[in-house]
């Protein structure tokens, strides 16, 4: 995974990754949030041929608007 991949967040959208750690992404949803995902949580869908991400994951959601609380930590 590097910078510019797209990750779907299943029933959320699609994110852009900005960053990529050891242990984390940092992507933009839409234009206007910015979510930190674990990349254990991040996976590569083959049949859809993308790397996506469960909207049920524990992810935190760094800037712009509030995830739902029951979508992750906030």
């Given at each position: 995974?590097?910078?510019?991949?797209?990750?779907?967040?299943?029933?959320?959208?699609?994110?852009?990754?900005?960053?990529?750690?050891?242990?984390?992404?940092?992507?933009?949803?839409?234009?206007?949030?910015?979510?930190?995902?674990?990349?254990?949580?991040?996976?590569?869908?083959?049949?859809?041929?993308?790397w996506e991400a469960d909207a049920n994951a524990p992810f935190e959601c760094l800037a712009g608007k509030r995830v739902p609380p029951?979508?992750?930590?906030?």
């Amino acid at each position: 995974m590097k910078k510019g991949d797209r990750v779907a967040i299943l029933g959320r959208g699609i994110a852009v990754v900005e960053q990529v750690g050891g242990k984390e992404v940092h992507a933009v949803l839409g234009n206007t949030s910015m979510l930190r995902i674990g990349r254990k949580e991040i996976v590569w869908d083959e049949g859809n041929m993308r790397w996506e991400a469960d909207a049920n994951a524990p992810f935190e959601c760094l800037a712009g608007k509030r995830v739902p609380p029951d979508r992750g930590q906030l």
